[in-house]
């Protein structure tokens, strides 16, 4: 193991944060052994505050209509390729119920920025769920949207808001993402969000193409100034249709290391061990819950439109009913000796 980086990550372990430059030597210099050493740091943290219980989420992508075009994403504008559909009320009300009686105690509605759905439909979703199930988050992932959407979907009960930052790296984000989005207003919603009082879920993707030991070192200091309440993190994974068809995917080793780092920066985090992190390899989420991560995302989506929604090539759990992916991850996680739990799943501490 490498001397210098073992003194920055046990620096790391006792301060919670290092310079951009010290991350980046981290993410260049770590080999296998200093992995499984910052992973050990991270489950520390994960025991001290999560104890073996890993929490769930019920997503819900309820429509792949998207106005935007980012370069990366399966379900792009422009990708004429990808059957569209949404889903209605009723259908994510079964859902939300399906999964209340599978144990879920949050729901995720995740879509593409379909501005079909209007703010008074998002909100009345949001309030017959919560009417239905008094006990249960409602986490909304639908995009960028303005201050008063955003205001009137936590008015109307929503608890929660995913809306990955997608690299700290501006001039990254505009090789990623078409001249019309941003990097200042992805950070501008992120701000408002917390602002509003969400529990506030920001991310990035994991080698995705362009990207440099030092643009993943700036998101690790990112999430150590910003402090999401959660933070969601895959590899990138190329999809055939889209201008990034080419281009490599992340890797399971970086990804795995980013997560164990980001426990240790943040060690209350919410940190999800992720669909695409399942897909890159077979055992992907008990790994990544082995590297820190206590919250795992089952798909609540209808089966009929599981396919539909493809981020990326060859994403798993597309085939099976919910109540099949309750089991197949029950079974797994305790297998490594964890245990999925009926909790609402509030960071620790908020
Ligand atoms: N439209 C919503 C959420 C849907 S996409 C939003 O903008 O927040 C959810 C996340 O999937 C994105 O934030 C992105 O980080 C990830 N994603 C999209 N395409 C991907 C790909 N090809 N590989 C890996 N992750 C991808």
């Not at 301060?15 to 991270?42: C, F, P, Q, R, T």
């Not at 008074?120 to 995009?143: E, F, M, N, W, Y």
């Not at 998101?219 to 933070?231: A, G, N, Q, R, S």
């Not at 798993?316 to 919910?322: K, L, S």
Request: charged share 25%.
């Amino acid at each position: 193991m490498d001397l210098d980086s073992k003194k920055l990550l046990d620096e790391l372990n006792i301060n919670h944060s290092l310079s951009v430059e010290e991350y980046e030597y981290l993410l260049k210099n770590a080999d296998g052994e200093l992995m499984e050493l910052a992973a050990e740091y991270a489950r520390a943290y994960q025991k001290q505050y999560y104890g073996n219980k890993v929490f769930t989420r019920g997503l819900v992508e309820f429509t792949n209509f998207c106005r935007n075009n980012c370069y990366y994403c399966g379900i792009r504008r422009d990708n004429n390729q990808c059957e569209r559909y949404r889903l209605s009320k009723s259908d994510i009300m079964e859902c939300a119920d399906t999964g209340y009686k599978l144990g879920y105690r949050t729901v995720v509605l995740q879509g593409g920025e379909d501005f079909a759905f209007s703010d008074q439909d998002v909100c009345d979703i949001v309030r017959s769920i919560k009417k239905a199930h008094p006990d249960v988050a409602v986490t909304l992932s639908i995009g960028e949207r303005s201050r008063e959407s955003y205001q009137a979907y936590f008015d109307a009960g929503a608890d929660r808001y995913l809306l990955r930052h997608e690299t700290a790296n501006p001039l990254l984000y505009a090789k990623l993402h078409p001249e019309n989005l941003s990097w200042e207003n992805r950070m501008t919603c992120l701000k408002t969000l917390k602002e509003i009082g969400y529990q506030v879920g920001a991310g990035f993707m994991v080698e995705s193409p362009g990207q440099t030991p030092y643009d993943l070192a700036m998101d690790l200091k990112f999430v150590e100034e910003f402090k999401p309440d959660m933070c969601g993190i895959g590899p990138f994974i190329s999809h055939k249709d889209t201008p990034f068809s080419k281009e490599k995917s992340g890797t399971l080793e970086t990804t795995l290391l980013c997560l164990s780092l980001i426990r240790i920066i943040y060690p209350q985090v919410l940190l999800p061990a992720t669909t695409a992190l399942g897909t890159i390899h077979p055992q992907g989420r008990e790994k990544g819950i082995l590297a820190g991560a206590n919250v795992v995302m089952p798909n609540l989506s209808p089966v009929n439109v599981r396919k539909k929604y493809t981020l990326y090539d060859n994403k798993i759990c597309t085939g099976e009913e919910a109540a099949e992916c309750v089991n197949c991850l029950k079974n797994r996680i305790s297998s490594i000796g964890y245990e999925i739990v009926e909790d609402v799943g509030n960071r620790a501490g908020f």
